[in-house]
């Protein structure tokens, strides 16, 4: 099992910045790829960054390309999500999320992922 903690959320002007954090527990962080997800009131949830556990290969949902960076710690058991430029459109509650990468599916399925935190909320006014 493994245990993730989301921290950083909050209010937010447009054009703003906030970082987010996931801090992992139970099992070995290193072996894990690691993903970000946010889910806007009345939408599935998408997509938005992923850093692999070779190498810190990052990839990231053009939405966000360019403005948000994704990275992790190993030494401290986490994994961040540097978000700038902020939009109105950014707000959702955003998921930290782990991947054992026993599953089948492309790195943006949430299918694929096998332990979930609980979400941290953000909100961006215009």
Same mark, same amino acid.
């Given at each position: 099992?493994?245990?993730?903690?989301?921290?950083?959320? =909050? %209010?937010?002007?447009? *054009?703003?910045?906030?970082?987010?954090?996931? #801090?992992?527990?139970?099992?070995? /962080?290193?072996?894990?790829?690691?993903?970000? /997800? +946010?889910?806007? @009131?009345?939408?599935?949830?998408?997509?938005?960054?992923?850093?692999? +556990?070779? !190498?810190?290969?990052?990839?990231?949902?053009?939405?966000?390309?360019?403005? /948000?960076?994704?990275? +992790?710690?190993?030494?401290?058991?986490?994994? $961040? %999500?540097?978000?700038?430029? %902020?939009? @109105?459109?950014?707000?959702?509650? !955003? $998921?930290?999320?782990?991947? #054992?990468?026993?599953?089948? =599916? *492309?790195?943006?399925? @949430? +299918?694929?992922?096998?332990?979930? *935190?609980?979400?941290?909320?953000?909100?961006?006014?215009?």
């Amino acid at each position: 099992q493994v245990q993730l903690v989301e921290s950083g959320g =909050g %209010l937010v002007q447009a *054009g703003g910045s906030l970082r987010l954090s996931c #801090a992992a527990s139970g099992r070995t /962080f290193s072996n894990y790829h690691m993903g970000w /997800f +946010r889910q806007a @009131p009345g939408k599935e949830r998408e997509f938005v960054a992923t850093i692999r +556990r070779n !190498y810190d290969i990052t990839y990231y949902a053009d939405s966000v390309k360019g403005r /948000f960076t994704i990275s +992790r710690d190993n030494a401290k058991n986490t994994v $961040y %999500l540097q978000m700038n430029s %902020l939009k @109105p459109e950014d707000t959702a509650v !955003y $998921y930290c999320a782990a991947d #054992a990468g026993y599953s089948s =599916g *492309g790195y943006s399925d @949430p +299918r694929r992922y096998d332990y979930w *935190g609980q979400g941290t909320q953000v909100t961006v006014s215009s």
